[in-house]
Protein backbone atom coordinates (compact mmCIF):
# COMPACT_ATOMS: atom_id res chain seq x y z
CA UNK A 1 0.00 0.00 0.00
CA UNK A 2 1.46 3.57 -1.01
CA UNK A 3 -0.50 4.61 2.41
CA UNK A 4 -2.52 7.80 0.19
CA UNK A 5 -5.96 7.90 1.78
CA UNK A 6 -7.35 8.76 -1.03
CA UNK A 7 -9.42 5.73 -2.23
CA UNK A 8 -12.43 4.85 -3.43
CA UNK A 9 -15.40 2.17 -2.42
CA UNK A 10 -15.77 0.08 -5.24
CA UNK A 11 -17.96 -2.73 -3.43
CA UNK A 12 -19.84 -2.71 -0.39
CA UNK A 13 -21.32 -5.92 1.45
CA UNK A 14 -22.60 -7.14 4.53
CA UNK A 15 -20.27 -9.59 6.47
CA UNK A 16 -20.56 -10.98 9.64
CA UNK A 17 -24.45 -11.96 9.42
CA UNK A 18 -24.77 -7.92 9.69
CA UNK A 19 -23.13 -6.83 12.37
CA UNK A 20 -19.99 -5.30 10.10
CA UNK A 21 -20.20 -3.99 6.17
CA UNK A 22 -17.57 -5.52 4.08
CA UNK A 23 -16.06 -3.05 1.71
CA UNK A 24 -13.46 -3.50 -1.24
CA UNK A 25 -11.53 -0.12 -1.99
CA UNK A 26 -9.54 1.03 -4.37
CA UNK A 27 -6.37 3.53 -4.07
CA UNK A 28 -6.87 6.61 -6.58
CA UNK A 29 -3.02 7.13 -6.31
CA UNK A 30 -1.81 3.64 -7.03
CA UNK A 31 -4.77 1.78 -8.12
CA UNK A 32 -4.33 -1.13 -5.18
CA UNK A 33 -7.59 -2.92 -4.56
CA UNK A 34 -8.10 -3.47 -0.86
CA UNK A 35 -10.20 -4.62 1.70
CA UNK A 36 -11.86 -2.82 5.06
CA UNK A 37 -14.22 -4.27 7.84
CA UNK A 38 -16.28 -1.44 9.37
CA UNK A 39 -17.83 -2.70 12.69
CA UNK A 40 -20.66 -1.29 15.27
CA UNK A 41 -18.01 -0.47 17.94
CA UNK A 42 -19.85 -1.02 21.14
CA UNK A 43 -18.66 1.53 24.00
CA UNK A 44 -16.03 -0.23 26.54
CA UNK A 45 -16.65 0.28 30.07
CA UNK A 46 -13.98 0.82 32.30
CA UNK A 47 -13.98 0.03 35.88
CA UNK A 48 -11.34 2.22 37.80
CA UNK A 49 -10.22 0.33 40.88
CA UNK A 50 -9.37 1.36 44.70
CA UNK A 51 -5.50 1.19 43.84
CA UNK A 52 -6.36 3.59 40.72
CA UNK A 53 -5.63 1.25 38.02
CA UNK A 54 -8.30 0.65 35.42
CA UNK A 55 -9.24 -2.68 33.91
CA UNK A 56 -11.87 -4.01 31.43
CA UNK A 57 -15.48 -4.29 33.02
CA UNK A 58 -16.04 -7.80 33.26
CA UNK A 59 -19.65 -8.43 34.24
CA UNK A 60 -18.41 -12.24 34.76
CA UNK A 61 -16.05 -10.97 37.90
CA UNK A 62 -19.77 -9.64 39.22
CA UNK A 63 -21.72 -12.88 38.39
CA UNK A 64 -18.62 -14.93 40.06
CA UNK A 65 -19.14 -12.56 43.55
CA UNK A 66 -22.63 -12.47 43.38
CA UNK A 67 -22.76 -16.49 43.05
CA UNK A 68 -20.37 -17.10 45.85
CA UNK A 69 -22.34 -14.71 48.14
CA UNK A 70 -25.61 -16.44 47.23
CA UNK A 71 -23.96 -20.07 47.45
CA UNK A 72 -26.68 -21.92 49.91
CA UNK A 73 -29.15 -19.24 49.41
CA UNK A 74 -33.00 -19.12 47.58
CA UNK A 75 -31.43 -17.26 45.16
CA UNK A 76 -32.09 -18.87 41.09
CA UNK A 77 -29.68 -18.98 38.04
CA UNK A 78 -32.24 -16.93 36.19
CA UNK A 79 -32.22 -14.32 38.96
CA UNK A 80 -28.44 -13.56 39.35
CA UNK A 81 -28.12 -13.86 35.25
CA UNK A 82 -30.64 -10.86 35.39
CA UNK A 83 -28.90 -8.53 38.12
CA UNK A 84 -25.49 -9.28 36.53
CA UNK A 85 -27.35 -7.38 33.13
CA UNK A 86 -29.02 -5.00 35.17
CA UNK A 87 -25.75 -3.86 37.22
CA UNK A 88 -24.38 -3.16 33.37
CA UNK A 89 -26.89 -1.31 32.26
CA UNK A 90 -27.03 0.92 35.30
CA UNK A 91 -23.06 1.11 34.56
CA UNK A 92 -23.73 1.86 30.71
CA UNK A 93 -25.85 4.41 31.93
CA UNK A 94 -23.57 6.04 34.35
CA UNK A 95 -20.18 5.44 31.97
CA UNK A 96 -17.72 4.84 30.15
CA UNK A 97 -15.86 4.94 33.42
CA UNK A 98 -16.74 3.53 36.84
CA UNK A 99 -15.30 3.14 40.22
CA UNK A 100 -15.10 -0.09 41.12
CA UNK A 101 -17.16 0.69 44.65
CA UNK A 102 -20.15 1.81 42.06
CA UNK A 103 -19.87 -1.57 40.57
CA UNK A 104 -20.20 -3.12 43.86
CA UNK A 105 -23.02 -0.45 45.33
CA UNK A 106 -25.09 -1.33 42.29
CA UNK A 107 -25.42 -5.29 42.35
CA UNK A 108 -25.24 -4.57 46.13
CA UNK A 109 -28.38 -2.70 45.78
CA UNK A 110 -29.92 -5.31 43.52
CA UNK A 111 -29.22 -8.04 45.44
CA UNK A 112 -30.60 -6.58 48.76
CA UNK A 113 -34.44 -7.39 47.58
CA UNK A 114 -33.45 -10.82 46.77
CA UNK A 115 -31.74 -12.15 49.69
CA UNK A 116 -31.02 -10.30 52.96
CA UNK A 117 -28.22 -12.96 53.94
CA UNK A 118 -26.38 -13.02 50.31
CA UNK A 119 -26.43 -8.88 50.37
CA UNK A 120 -24.51 -8.61 53.98
CA UNK A 121 -22.29 -11.75 52.66
CA UNK A 122 -21.35 -9.85 49.65
CA UNK A 123 -21.42 -6.46 51.25
CA UNK A 124 -18.93 -7.93 53.58
CA UNK A 125 -16.27 -8.76 50.58
CA UNK A 126 -16.88 -5.86 48.61
CA UNK A 127 -16.78 -3.00 51.26
CA UNK A 128 -14.11 -4.96 53.09
CA UNK A 129 -15.99 -5.06 56.28
CA UNK A 130 -13.80 -4.86 59.37
CA UNK A 131 -15.40 -4.81 62.24
CA UNK A 132 -19.23 -5.81 63.92
CA UNK A 133 -20.35 -1.67 63.43
CA UNK A 134 -19.99 -2.44 59.32
CA UNK A 135 -21.92 -5.16 59.89
CA UNK A 136 -24.83 -3.18 61.59
CA UNK A 137 -24.72 -0.84 59.51
CA UNK A 138 -25.50 -3.05 56.59
CA UNK A 139 -28.48 -4.63 58.66
CA UNK A 140 -29.99 -1.15 59.34
CA UNK A 141 -30.04 -0.61 55.30
CA UNK A 142 -31.84 -3.94 55.36
CA UNK A 143 -34.59 -3.36 57.58
CA UNK A 144 -33.10 -5.37 60.58
CA UNK A 145 -32.57 -4.57 64.18
CA UNK A 146 -28.80 -4.77 65.17
CA UNK A 147 -28.45 -7.61 67.73
CA UNK A 148 -28.45 -6.54 71.42
CA UNK A 149 -24.25 -5.86 71.92
CA UNK A 150 -23.34 -8.57 74.23
CA UNK A 151 -21.48 -6.41 76.20
ZN1 LIG B 1 -2.13 3.52 -2.98
Same mark, same amino acid.
Not at 28 to 49: I, Y
Not at 64 to 89: M, Y
Given at each position: ?16 ? #? ?56 ? #? ?17 ? #? ?7 ? #? ?47
Amino acid at each position: MCGSLENRVVDSRSADE #GRAIRRRRLCANCDLRFTTFERLEEQTLSVVKRDGRTEPFDPAKVEVGIRSACKGRPV #GADAITQLVAEVEEGIRAH #GPTVESARV #GALALERLRPLDGVAAVRFASVYKGFEGPEDFEEELRLLGIDSPTPLD
